[in-house]
């Protein structure tokens, strides 16, 4: 069983439009993310929601919007795209407990955003 | 802020040549140190990790020491295969004191090429 899946794997849409990303847990963790890998291979952190609360909002253009329904789900929808958003978008969990920084953050398998 | 800096590649070796990968960190307080994998068109994937100054991650044949006096955490692998090839990431974890915004610290990436 997949423990984070995320769809669309591949995405290719135009400028201005609207998209959304859906990701999914199943490892019963209360933390999921956003992180967002550009086209050097750089990862960066976007959201970050515990319990359903947002707990990090990095410095993110506010056509993004995350939206946590549940502590399994944490989805990630943009507006007006631009070229720039092209990246692959990273979902992510972990349990947030005793083990602090120590718990393992684990990664889904990416959606490759592009924007023409 | 937090930082980590890893070598900058490409990589290339040989098949059964030894690897390292050097990683350094900046942070205040104690963050944890993970290494991440991405195989080509694949996520990220836990390699190994160390919660504490002197520990060692181990994994598939990787190892890696929390060296807090050199704030190191450099990768090392005696013998390495094709299979190996992938992009490695090192990357820090620390929260705000009883917060629960743990987040991933990334470094850009190391690309290392195996061949036969």
């Known amino acids: 069983d997949t423990a984070v899946s995320q769809t669309p794997k591949y995405l290719v849409t135009q400028m201005g439009n609207d998209k959304s990303i859906k990701c999914e847990q199943n490892l019963g963790h209360d933390t999921m993310y956003w992180y967002k890998q550009d086209s050097k291979k750089f990862l960066k952190i976007m959201f970050s929601?515990?319990?359903?609360?947002?707990?990090i909002n990095e410095t993110v253009p506010n056509r993004f919007s995350p939206k946590s329904p549940d502590k399994a789900h944490l989805n990630l929808h943009i507006n007006s795209l631009e070229l720039g958003d092209s990246a692959v978008y990273f979902c992510?969990?972990?349990?947030f407990g005793t083990g602090g920084s120590g718990n393992t953050i684990y990664f889904g398998e990416g959606s490759w955003l592009t924007v023409v | 802020g937090d930082s980590v800096t890893q070598m900058e590649g490409p990589v290339t070796l040989s098949e059964e040549a030894f690897l390292t990968i050097n990683c350094t960190y900046t942070a205040t307080g104690y963050p944890s140190l993970f290494w991440y994998v991405q195989y080509p068109g694949e996520g990220l994937q836990l390699l190994l990790k160390?919660?504490?100054?002197?520990d060692k991650g181990s994994n598939k044949g990787f190892e890696a020491t929390y060296r807090k006096e050199t704030t190191s955490f450099h990768l090392e692998k005696g013998s390495v295969q094709v299979s190996d090839s992938a992009v490695y990431f090192c990357?820090?974890?620390?929260?705000?004191?009883?917060?629960?915004?743990?987040?991933?610290?990334f470094g850009k990436g190391t690309l290392l090429t195996v061949n036969p």
């Open positions: 160390a919660t504490k100054a002197d």
């Open positions: 992510a969990s972990s349990q």
């Open positions: 929601y515990n319990n359903k609360e947002l707990i």
């Open positions: 990357a820090l974890s620390k929260g705000s004191s009883g917060g629960s915004n743990y987040k991933l610290t």
